[in-house]
């Protein structure tokens, strides 16, 4: 079984509750204790990513003018600077959580993301679907 199970479609149909999730939840958890920052960095990633689930070329998209692939590379930044960011601006507590939480979930989506072969993507046909053909 290959590790990597997360496809483009499984991606798509996460992606409206993760942004929601991520504007909606500081409020709920009373994010913000350690700095004011723990709150509005969630909210505003929380609209970027409603933005960018928007305008990303997959099942969900509305204007699909964004490759998957940049979709992803956005990802896997925001991954990353989740789990900086408790140490770069202090937050501790519930605040320092959520976001080593959050930062390591989307890391941990973004590699399990199936690679998908550029037919699928471009429509051209691949060498194996000539040589069947």
Known sequence: MNARFVTKKIHAFLDYPVAIALLV??????????HWLALWLSVGTGFAAFVLTVLTNHQLGIFRVLPYSVHLAVDAL???VFLVAPLAFGFSGIDALFYWANGAAVLVVVSLHKPETATRETGARSVRDAAAA
């Open 25 to 34: 939840l500081p409020f709920v958890l009373g994010l913000g204790d350690s």
């Open 78 to 80: 925001v991954g990353i």
